[in-house]
């Protein structure tokens, strides 16, 4: 081998391009509640790894309503029709607006990660927090119940997606639930890197 051409291979570029498919498992934020497809989480998300040098597909896995019940009931079958590298389980938010127990969610979401962990699917969860309207003792065993199944199953935990919008008129569509246009932004601006992070 040359000198020159052992320098050039020495100090290439030594990123991998990983070709995967993430599922974003969740609800009305995953699916993109009164927004065009162009401004889903899913697929600003795709945009975002393709500018990065990723071949990324991300595969909207939200139904407005869900609820982690719900959740657990169409995992499988979603696992199977998109046979995913990576799941992004993200359900919680109507368990609380319906003020569903939190054992009850928290059963839920046990069991999807036993279906995940079973299939040996890498994971990755996504935490939701009960707003303190609900009750300083319902919103503690809520807000628990992702950090405790995180550490249980030994699998990364990621911050609430609304963290840093809610409650944020720019953020957020006028009902206060769902974010905006501007708001799918924000939230792709954190989880865009933290999934680079996790592919590399």
Request: aromatic share 12%.
């Amino acid at each position: 081998m040359s000198l020159f051409l052992f320098i050039a291979v020495a100090f290439a570029p030594v990123k991998a391009v990983a070709v995967s498919t993430i599922l974003l498992f969740g609800d009305s934020i995953i699916a993109g509640y009164g927004l065009p497809e162009k401004h889903t989480i899913s697929t600003k998300l795709e945009g975002f790894f393709a500018d990065e040098g990723y071949d990324v597909r991300v595969i909207n896995g939200g139904v407005s309503g869900d609820t982690t019940g719900g959740g657990l009931s169409r995992l499988e079958w979603a696992l199977e029709e998109h046979q995913p590298d990576l799941v992004f389980v993200a359900l919680g938010g109507n368990d609380v607006l319906r003020g569903f127990p939190a054992e009850a969610t928290k059963q839920n979401v046990r069991g999807m990660l036993d279906i995940l962990k079973q299939k040996n699917v890498p994971m990755i969860l996504s935490e939701v927090q009960a707003p303190p309207n609900m009750g300083i003792k319902y919103a503690y065993e809520f807000n628990s119940i992702y950090e405790d199944l995180a550490d249980e199953y030994d699998v990364p935990l990621y911050p609430f997606l609304l963290e840093d919008i809610f409650g944020k008129s720019t953020y957020m569509k006028n009902d206060a639930i769902h974010p905006n246009a501007r708001g799918i932004d924000r939230i792709v601006e954190d989880l865009g890197p933290y999934l680079v992070d996790y592919i590399d």
